[in-house]
T-cell receptor, first 109, second 113 residues
């Protein structure tokens, strides 16, 4: 029972590079989310998707784009990475409570 | 975004004692849920307990219980009989009818043997 799987687990980018974080869930949930967590901080919502085909901005959407490819998959793209985007990124899905992936530790140098 | 306040950045509790972690929130949504999550040093997010805004009784789940005061918009987590494995960050997260989860800044709990 995989739950929420996100890849990669670790990534180092140079400033200006782009990358896509992948997330997939196998719980048939409608809602999916992307969060970032900075040291000593809580999780801040970047984008969420209430259902397949819909996405909405959260608290900190600038510098990110998302795609809800289908019900299972929700990807997060950084078009031009900046050092301020160094963080741990979590994907989650929910039917009731939210289930989280293991996180992606991203460093932008 | 909702405003969620967890005023205790760090808490210490003696093993086997009870501890209360505070959470207040600000939502105009009449129907919402209140979730608590635990994040150990390994980093994963673990769901602990849920309270619906219309639930009449405070939620309990094993050693976890919620002291829910709807009028004050307060939902404090009570951990009874603390164990060393309870040492972690704890996050309060209200969710709205749109099923959006917003998290507080968390409380770091350290259980002392």
């Amino acid at each position: 029972n995989a739950g929420v799987t996100q890849t990669p687990k670790f990534q180092v980018l140079k400033t200006g590079q782009s990358m896509t974080l992948q997330c997939a869930q196998d719980m048939n949930h409608n809602s999916m989310y992307w969060y970032r967590q900075d040291p000593g901080m809580g999780l801040r919502l970047i984008y969420y998707s209430a259902s397949e085909g819909t996405t909405d901005k959260g608290e900190v959407p600038n510098g990110y784009n998302v795609s809800r490819l289908n019900k299972r998959e929700f990807s997060l793209r950084l078009e031009s990475a900046a050092p301020s985007q160094t963080s741990v990124y979590f994907c989650a899905s929910s039917g009731h409570e939210a289930f989280f992936g293991q996180g992606t530790r991203l460093t932008v140098v | 975004a909702q405003k969620i306040t967890q005023t205790q950045p760090g808490m210490f509790v003696q093993e086997k004692e009870a501890v209360t972690l505070d959470c207040t929130y600000d939502t105009s949504d009449p129907s919402y849920g209140l979730f608590w999550y635990k994040q150990p040093s390994s980093g994963e997010m673990i769901f602990l307990i849920y309270q619906g805004s219309y639930d009449q009784q405070n939620a309990t789940e094993g050693r976890y219980s919620l002291n829910f005061q709807k009028a004050r918009k307060s939902a404090n987590l009570v951990i009874s009989a603390s164990q060393l494995g309870d040492s972690a960050m704890y996050f309060c997260a209200p969710s709205t009818t749109g099923n959006q989860f917003y998290f507080g800044t968390g409380t770091s709990l350290t259980v002392i043997p």
